[in-house]
């Protein structure tokens, strides 16, 4: 696999880095050269995919605890 390289000074590691652009109320994520700071990406502030996963865990327990409710009125006489 090819060694990626900054456009810029050819550096070879990069580091995330906080970012609150002006005229945008969102903090990004700026992937800059570790060397000389060129960005060359940028990406959200929030991990979409972790974000998912919790919603998904809170849906689940939303889930059985409706599944006993129903349970609860079905059998409740
Ligand atoms: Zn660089």
Known sequence: ?????????GNHTFEM?????????FK??????KSCGTVVGSMDYFNL???I?????KVDTVMHKL???EYE???KK
């Open 1 to 9: 696999m090819a060694l990626s390289s900054c456009p810029k000074c």
């Open 17 to 25: 880095a906080e970012a609150e652009p002006k005229n945008w109320r």
């Open 28 to 33: 990004i994520m700026f992937v800059q050269c």
């Open 49 to 51: 995919s972790t974000l």
């Open 53 to 57: 996963h919790e919603l998904e865990e």
């Open 67 to 69: 599944e006993d409710l």
């Open 73 to 75: 009125i079905t059998h």
